[in-house]
């Protein structure tokens, strides 16, 4: 079974601090993508990698980053976090088009 | 962007009934996939259909697909309480594995 895990599930943070969200998979798949799902609004794409050190924007891309420099890992990156990132962020990888999520991480910002 | 649309976005039925959710999308597709998810937690893939088929069973699941209409649908039969989720469904194209889900239908199973 494919396993996606991501580092936290609940993180409380403030305002303008830098916070990292981590997400691991154990199935070698080359695409991962982070979403974040607010309630009305669905998933939306911030950012995915479809290789190593490779990266492209999604749909929200403002104020956040991403590294990836092991295939398994790809963080995700609020440089300065503010109220409006509050939101719940979910982690997959894609093999074949289907997408295996992580728990997700609920972010709360101070 | 926002390509797939749920309808309805909520549902409650009695348990053992059937539950039909549908979803509608604006632009060509290679495959359509649902996706549920309890609460508070990731997704889990459910079931995919490609562009050249118009049915698909898995278990209680029954999905079509109408290219002609962009829309698809999902039925569960026989609910049970477990089945109490989201369910989401999600678009993909050709040439990438970028997917673009819908808003969702909340199911809830009234045991």
């Known amino acids: 079974d494919v396993k996606v895990t991501q580092s936290s599930r609940y993180l409380v943070k403030r305002t303008g601090e830098k916070v990292f969200l981590e997400c691991v998979q154990d199935m070698d798949h080359e695409n991962m993508f982070w979403y974040r799902q607010d309630p009305g609004l669905g998933l939306r794409l911030i950012y995915f990698?479809?290789?190593?050190?490779?990266?492209e924007k999604g749909d929200i891309p403002e104020g956040y980053s991403v590294s990836r420099e092991k295939k398994e890992r790809f963080s995700l990156i609020l440089e300065s976090a503010s109220t409006n990132q509050t939101s719940m962020y979910l982690c997959?990888?894609?093999?074949?088009?289907?997408?295996?999520f992580g728990p997700g991480t609920r972010l709360l910002v101070l | 962007s926002q390509q797939g649309e749920e309808d309805p976005q909520a549902l409650s039925i009695q348990e053992g009934e059937n539950a039909t959710m549908n979803c509608s999308y604006k632009t060509s597709i290679n495959n359509l996939q649902w996706y549920r998810q309890n609460s508070g937690r990731g997704l889990v893939h459910l079931i995919l259909i490609r562009s050249n088929e118009r049915e698909k069973h898995s278990g209680r699941l029954r999905v079509t697909l109408d290219t002609s209409k962009k829309s698809s649908s999902l039925l569960i039969t026989a609910s049970r309480a477990a089945d109490t989720a989201s369910y989401f469904c999600a678009t993909g194209a050709s040439g990438n594995e970028k997917l673009t889900f819908g808003t969702g239908t909340r199911l809830t199973i009234i045991p």
């Open positions: 990698s479809y290789d190593v050190k490779m990266k």
């Open positions: 997959a990888s894609s093999w074949q088009q289907t997408q295996y």
